[in-house]
């Protein structure tokens, strides 16, 4: 797959990732839905920056759940670095993305679409997460699932003083703010190859795009069940920090 097909990666979801994780023709980061350009050299400051909003992923023996961990860098470190600080690590994903992902004996696995298909294996878990972790999946969830839900339940796995990470999310209203100023006007002709401005849409609805109304009703939601809740911007050393953020919560 060519990397100027951005097309490739428009409309991807639960199902489509599985056929993905198996296409040995692909990249690590195609695999995972990604241009290579969107990931590749990045996997240190993404680290960094998660490691900024999750706190507790620094911890010595704590219990770390990645919701959507994908099978590629990110995953694969996050095993590496749950070895060195001798924590446990609960995967959730496809069995396809699941099995793609190089062996590591001390994780334990989930396999299903979360919520919905795992909902009674999250028993053991609930109240029982330093760490939960949901990187690039949410607008998939957005589109497939239910975001409140899907929200209610990842609560649900903190422990008291546990972080949830629901990050690298794009966001439909943070785009057209950015590509209506002059920095997002030099950008999309950079980006586009095009001599003309992109045209910035406001009051119309997202179809099957995350907006302002979803991540802080989100925030809400949240608060409104008992946790601190933010909607946090991304370093600007990574590769969409124009049109990305993430949510952060914590148990109190
Ligand atoms: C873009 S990849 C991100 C992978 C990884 N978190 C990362 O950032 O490197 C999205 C992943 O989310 C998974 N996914 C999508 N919807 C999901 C759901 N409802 N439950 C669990 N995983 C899901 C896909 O199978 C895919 O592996």
């Known amino acids: 797959m060519s990397n100027e097909r951005f097309s490739e990666y428009r409309g991807l979801g639960f199902e489509s990732f599985r056929a993905l994780a198996g296409s040995e023709n692909l990249s690590l980061h195609q695999r995972i839905g ?3 350009e969107y990931r590749e050299g990045y996997c240190q400051p993404i680290i960094a920056d998660i490691l900024r909003k999750l706190p507790t992923l620094g911890r010595e023996d704590s219990t770390l759940f990645d919701i959507g961990c994908g099978c590629g860098e990110l995953a694969q470190h996050l095993q590496t670095h749950a070895m060195a600080k001798n924590q446990r690590l609960i995967l959730n994903d496809s069995a396809e993305v699941l099995a793609a992902l190089p062996a590591f004996a001390a994780r334990e696995e989930l396999v299903g679409r ?3 298909d ?3 294996l999250l028993e053991p878990f609930r109240g029982q997460c330093d760490a939960v972790i949901c990187y690039s999946v949410f607008q998939y969830i957005f589109v497939e699932g239910s975001v409140f839900a899907f929200l ?3 609560l ?7 972080y949830l990470l629901i990050g690298d999310v794009p ?3 943070m785009l057209q703010r950015f590509l209506a100023s002059s920095a997002g ?3 999309h002709r950079k980006y586009s190859g095009c ?4 045209v910035p849409v406001f009051n119309r609805v997202c179809l099957g795009k995350v907006d302002d109304a979803v991540l802080l009703g989100m925030i809400a939601r949240g608060r409104a069940a008992g946790f601190h809740g933010w909607l946090m911007p991304q370093g600007l050393d990574l590769p969409m920090a124009n049109r990305r953020e993430d949510l952060v919560f914590m148990r109190p």
Not at 195 to 198: G, K, L, N
């Open 156 to 162: 649900s796995l903190l422990a008291p003083g546990g």
């Open 171 to 173: 966001s439909e209203s």
């Open 152 to 154: 209610d339940q990842a």
């Open 114 to 116: 979360f919520p919905e």
């Open 195 to 198: 001599d003309e401005d992109p």
């Open 118 to 120: 795992v909902l009674d």
């Open 185 to 187: 006007r030099s950008y």
């Open 34 to 36: 990604f241009p290579d």
